[in-house]
């Protein structure tokens, strides 16, 4: 079906694995958890909008969907106190503020997860829109709410973290002050930090707003609220297909992905802790012909050049990080390597990496690289009032070539977008391959995002959430993580 919402309605998923009910476990304050309990019994029935929108259809049902059930009642409930979220919510400095409210939420899911011999296969954390407000970059408390955070280290906060952070590079004799300073070693973003904070105890966790999930049945005749309701059906479809994936099946399967074929995207982030602005955290992201996604962890290294505003790896590095890959593959394959290896980058490979990848893998394996970028600098329009169709490609040469995966769908009757659609710029810049099979390829994997349900993705699964798993790699202290599935990432 060339929509999975198409298939999954008509045929019902995949792969259920050993899934045969969605246990869930839920951390929020007692009127989340109560909007929470309600959205779940509304999906049960069909979902549709008042104007039937061909880009959002109707959702039959959890169970019509998936053919397993969903329990209004969580397996689990843990309830934040509204008063102590609030006094660490509202708290002047952002560091402070963003690591003792995601510590309220991850302590009581650690608890239970340590104490309760019943285990949800999912932790849905429901937060009141003010914590997606409050605990992000760069956020700031209005003055009638604002709670003066304690002053560890300077009474000025511009002071205090800056010497907290100094800490963190050269660490105290006096483990009261390293542990003071903790709060500042972490990146400022609710959900990064608790994902990083969850990832050693291997915890699957879905982050969802109160105002989401309190978006069910008919709303008012305001515009704001009308616009809303036109979301149930498509917030239906997502959190559903989330909620499934990371139960531990599989919604669909992309159609033409060859077997013996992996797909690796190179994932960089900016590593500023250690004082060194070349620092950066690497891993990879390896996507399987079955669906299946892995995340890898490398090291952290100077791995950026502030001349070129790109991330290089060592030789060794870089074959250390496509060895662990590699081996990961081949642990699924009866020890079997794989045909072929795509490596997905943002930038091109130099001599030095690209011999580290290469002295990964041996003879049987046929190791290529691609750069995919978006490109604004070419526009294709049609003689009509559409746009380009999403699929149209323009090959410049057997190494360059441009592909819209963004435009027009004649299954949606729609463009899904707002301006001119842009086309990704790749190119073939190690090794050899067929532009059509890459550029088929990377199409294909436009449809492999299991974290919504949606046609198709303007960028492959291998670098649309490059920056997702980095921040997150990045967030905060994670230690030697072993290679772990891509749905503890997102």
Avoid at 448 to 475: M, Q, S, W
Wanted: glycine fraction near 6%; aromatic fraction near 10%.
């Amino acid at each position: 079906m060339e929509d999975p919402r198409d298939g999954l309605t008509l045929f019902g998923p995949f792969d259920m694995g050993t899934v045969f009910a969605i246990r869930t476990g839920v951390v929020g304050t007692r009127s989340g958890i109560e909007r929470f309990k309600t959205w779940t019994h509304r999906i049960k029935s069909l979902v549709r909008t008042k104007s039937h929108i061909q880009a959002r259809p109707p959702f039959p049902g959890f169970e019509a969907v998936f053919r397993i059930p969903w329990s209004d009642a969580p397996l689990l409930v843990r309830t934040i106190d509204e008063e102590e979220l609030k006094k660490r919510l509202f708290q002047d400095d952002r560091h402070q503020r963003v690591f003792q409210t995601v510590d309220l939420f991850a302590d009581e899911i650690i608890k239970a997860h340590n104490e309760e011999e019943a285990k949800p296969d999912l932790w849905f954390v429901v937060i009141p829109d003010d914590v997606r407000k409050y605990c992000r970059p760069l956020s700031v408390i209005e003055p009638s709410v604002r709670i003066e955070a304690k002053r560890y280290f300077a009474e000025n906060i511009r002071d205090n973290v800056r010497r907290a952070k100094r800490l963190i590079a050269e660490p105290s004799l006096f483990q009261e002050d390293n542990k003071e300073a903790e709060p500042y070693s972490y990146k400022e973003h609710f959900r990064n930090q608790l994902k990083a904070k969850l990832l050693p105890h291997r915890i699957s966790t879905q982050v969802v707003r109160e105002s989401t999930v309190a978006n069910v049945g008919p709303r008012g005749d305001s515009r704001r609220e009308q616009s809303e309701e036109l979301l149930q059906s498509q917030i239906a479809w997502n959190i559903s297909t989330t909620a499934f994936y990371k139960a531990g099946a599989r919604p669909w399967k992309v159609t033409g992905i060859r077997e013996g074929v992996a797909y690796v995207g190179l994932v960089f982030k900016r590593y500023n802790s250690g004082g060194d602005n070349r620092s950066a955290a690497c891993g990879a992201q390896m996507f399987l012909d079955s669906g299946d996604g892995v995340v890898f962890k490398g090291a952290v290294g100077k791995w950026y050049d502030s001349a070129t505003e790109e991330y290089h790896l060592t030789t060794e590095a870089a074959k250390a990080l496509m060895t662990l890959t590699v081996e990961s593959y081949k642990a699924k394959h009866n020890q079997e390597p794989p045909k072929e290896l795509f490596i997905h980058g943002q930038t091109r490979f130099n001599w030095r990496e690209w011999a580290g990848f290469a002295a990964a893998v041996d003879a049987r394996t046929s190791l290529v690289g691609v750069r995919i970028r978006d490109d604004k600098g070419l526009k294709l329009f049609r003689k009509s009032d559409n746009p380009v169709l999403r699929g149209t490609a323009y090959i410049n040469s057997d190494q360059e070539a441009f592909l819209w995966t963004r435009g027009w769908v004649p299954r949606l009757r729609t463009y899904p977008g707002m301006e001119v659609p842009n086309p990704l710029s790749v190119e073939i810049c190690q090794g050899k391959a067929s532009m059509q099979t890459v550029l088929g390829d990377i199409l294909a994997l436009t449809k492999l995002n299991y974290n919504t349900c949606r046609y198709g993705d303007g960028k492959p699964i291998t670098l649309k959430f490059a920056d997702a798993v980095g921040e997150v790699l990045t967030a905060g202290e994670v230690g030697d993580t072993p290679p772990l599935p891509f749905m503890y990432y997102i």
